[in-house]
């Protein structure tokens, strides 16, 4: 009896310490993981009360509760108190109920005490397995979450693979990787594992196999990102965009505008001797890039669209949202663009479908047309010096 006593002791104090252990290593994790200290006591709550039904073959239902700040861990094992017969072994029936509690009734949860000397290893290890996948789901709901709030954002990234369909980007200071598809790649680029990218972050979307971040190097807003970073004032909201548009290694057109009426928007975007735009072009290896002026004004803002072509007129049709525009015969190719890529662009940019024609067409066309003008009435002229002649019925006067 006398060495009952110390022995009990020595495990109750290795219990206490196996236990804060536990704590210590519980905060370790909420660190390094940086997962909430909530989201994690949940998951070892909920990992430790299955692995106690595993081990024990506990029919009620069980819940544990971890106490830091007391570094004590409780099971529960409770029932519900329903009226009758009970159906479930969650269930408790009133009589029973009332034994354990004279003041019970239904609907009450009648819970006990079962907290275990220890578990078993094969629990323990139940246990660590279902904590270790519901931390993982923690997480990436976590780092799902913190990429959603950096959509639209420019990101670095580390080339890890690169297969027919994809290149895949591991995005620096976060849990998730980058996909880069084929249609969000510039033609020409090419890249190989290890290469340091930046990534323009469009979209997180859900998978069978989990959270992916759509990321690209096409899309017009990581032009804008670009210049972002480039341009201070339009960091500071004093220069807006108010559009910007892309074929992506070949040509980018972005309208901008400023509310300070001594503040040059254009001179701002391009910086000093072209600074700041020829340092864009260089991170786009080449590709054009026109600053246009924004103008409220359609006609305006149409002619400015089709920069650098001269434009000599545009006629509107703001109801269908269309454009006829005049411009000197050298300067047509340059208005156009290489397949059209000029007028193109500038109709996404403008809004309106833009038909550009040059100078001698359209006075050829009008010369057409005076002529079609002038056959038109001396064709009327006669059918009326006929009409007076032979009269109305034919017959002549």
Not at 356 to 384: C, G, H
């Amino acid at each position: 009896m006398r060495n009952k006593e110390p022995k009990n002791k020595e495990q109750k104090n290795k219990k206490e310490l196996a236990i804060k252990e536990f704590f210590l290593a519980l905060e370790q994790i909420e660190r390094e993981m940086k997962i909430e200290p909530d989201t994690l006591v949940q998951a070892l709550e909920s990992g430790l009360a299955s692995a106690f039904k595993r081990e024990t073959g506990e029919c009620r239902q069980i819940a544990v509760r971890l106490y830091p700040e007391k570094a004590t861990i409780t099971y529960y094992a409770y029932q519900t108190v329903v009226e009758g017969e009970p159906e479930e072994d969650s269930h408790l029936s009133l009589e029973e109920a009332l034994e354990i509690n004279p003041n019970a009734k239904i609907g009450d949860i009648i819970g006990e005490d079962v907290t275990p000397d220890k578990l078993s290893r094969v629990a323990a290890q139940t246990a660590k397995q279902i904590v270790l996948q519901r931390l993982n789901e923690a997480k990436r709901e976590l780092a799902k979450n913190e990429m959603s709030d950096r959509e639209g954002e420019l990101l670095q990234g580390i080339v890890r693979r690169v297969d027919a369909t994809a290149i895949y980007v591991e995005l620096s200071g976060t849990q998730l990787e980058g996909v880069l598809s084929q249609q969000d790649q510039v033609p020409g680029e090419k890249f190989k594992a290890g290469d340091r990218i930046k990534v323009y972050v469009k979209k997180v979307r859900d998978t069978l196999r989990g959270s992916q971040v759509m990321v690209s190097r096409s899309n017009a807003g990581y032009v804008k990102k670009l210049f972002d970073i480039e341009v201070p004032e339009l960091r500071t909201n004093l220069v807006k965009v108010k559009n910007i548009v892309r074929e992506a290694g070949y040509r980018t057109k972005m309208a901008v505008y400023s509310e300070d009426p001594n503040l040059d928007a254009i001179g701002a975007c391009i910086g000093p001797k072209g600074a700041r735009v020829n340092a864009i072009v260089a991170e786009l290896n080449g590709e054009k890039v026109d600053v246009i002026p924004y103008s409220g004004d359609p006609s305006e803002f149409i002619a400015r669209a089709l920069s650098p072509a001269k434009v000599l007129m545009v006629q509107l049709n703001e109801t269908e949202k269309t454009a006829k525009v005049l411009v000197p015969d050298e300067k047509l190719s340059l208005a156009i663009g290489k397949s059209g890529q000029n007028a193109r662009l500038a109709a996404k940019l403008t809004g309106f479908r833009i038909d550009v024609k040059p100078y001698s067409q359209a006075v050829q066309d009008d010369l057409i047309e005076e002529a079609e003008e002038s056959e038109r009435l001396n064709a009327q002229e006669a059918e009326l010096e006929a009409s007076e002649f032979f009269g109305t019925d034919g017959e002549l006067n």
